[in-house]
């Protein structure tokens, strides 16, 4: 099954626009302002708690702010498949 990874750069984008302060959007979403720095710059992954806390605070869809990883698994077999 495919993961969702926050796509940090798009937050950021996306909070810059809507005119939310770095600090008060960290607040607003529990965690501390270095880590949405870490998160906006797509050095660190959120829990998928805090990803869903930030898509609230945004107005969107938690889907508007990840995008897919395969499955390590499932590509394999794809591979196979396709041989």
């Known amino acids: 099954m495919a993961q969702r990874r926050v796509h940090g750069p798009a937050v950021r984008v996306i909070r810059e626009a809507l005119g939310i302060k770095h600090g008060i959007f960290a607040v607003d979403c529990d965690i501390t302002p270095g880590y ?3 998160i906006e710059k797509g050095h660190k992954q959120p829990s998928p708690a805090v990803a869903v806390a ?3 605070r ?13 499955d390590c ?11």
Not at 60 to 67: F, G, K, N, P, R
Not at 73 to 83: D, G, L, N, Q, T
């Open 73 to 83: 698994a499932e590509c394999a077999r794809r591979e196979r498949s396709a041989a």
């Open 58 to 70: 945004l107005g969107v869809d938690v889907d508007s702010i990840t995008y897919t990883i395969p």
């Open 54 to 56: 930030m898509a609230r």
């Open 36 to 38: 949405l720095t870490n």
